[in-house]
């Protein structure tokens, strides 16, 4: 069974650029989440996904998209990238159906520093 | 004020018991979470407990769960060095989407 995977790993982009980070769920699980962990904070949710549909939506700026595709992978998108963008962003995935779809598993993440 | 509190750092030394606290706020929580991050790395689930549970043991791992109080609290016995991490709570309100809310996070020390 492949776990969730997260690429890049690091990133650096400058300011007013835009971004795209990329998830691979783990087998059997239909739903992703992104999240962004600021340093010394605990994860902000941004926004869910459940077969290919947005499922919800934390307090974030329309510049942060997402998508996800028929395989359940999905994308990160941050346009006119801010400083405060900078922060680890996290994909987690869930939904293996039943009692099981609450737990969420999540991927390494990507590191974004915006200068 | 934050959803989830819990305080930001415990020091305990190598076999001794940790314990983890964390207040949480939406009486409706259906499940309440301990996760831990180890350096540059993601989140790993360690367990959960469901609202109508009062403790649940997994191994070294024991979660006591104060309904009245909104109180969480993770338990680890014989502590490890490896151990050393950041321990989250996180609520998961009532409702389909399973979102649930972090806390600040407790950096876990372990001294040998």
């Known amino acids: 069974e492949t776990g969730v995977t997260q690429s890049p790993t690091h990133l650096i982009k400058t300011r007013g650029q835009q971004v795209t980070l990329r998830c691979s769920s783990q087998s059997g699980h239909n739903t992703v989440s992104w999240y962004q962990q600021a340093l010394g904070q605990g994860p902000q949710f941004i926004f869910q996904y459940y077969r290919e549909e947005e499922n919800g939506r934390g307090n974030f700026p329309p510049r942060f998209s997402g998508l996800q595709f028929p395989n359940y992978s999905s994308e990160l998108n941050v346009n006119a990238l801010e400083l405060d963008d900078s922060a680890l962003y996290l994909c987690a995935s869930s939904g293996g159906g039943g009692l099981a779809g609450h737990e969420q598993y999540f991927g390494p993440g990507t590191r974004l520093t915006v200068t | 004020g934050e959803d989830v509190e819990q305080s930001l750092f415990l020091s305990v030394r190598e076999g001794d018991s940790s314990v983890i606290n964390c207040t949480y706020t939406?009486?409706?929580?259906?499940?309440l979470y301990w996760y831990k991050q180890e350096p540059g790395a993601g989140l790993q689930l360690l367990t959960y407990?469901?609202?109508?549970?009062d403790m649940k043991q997994d191994q070294r791992l024991t979660v006591l769960l104060n309904k009245k109080d909104k109180h969480l609290s993770l338990r680890i016995a014989d502590t490890q060095t490896g151990d050393s991490a950041i321990y989250f709570c996180a609520e998961n309100p009532t409702g389909g989407s399973y979102i649930p809310t972090f806390g600040r996070g407790t950096s876990l020390i372990v001294h040998p």
């Open positions: 939406d009486s409706s929580s259906t499940y």
């Open positions: 407990i469901f609202s109508n549970m």
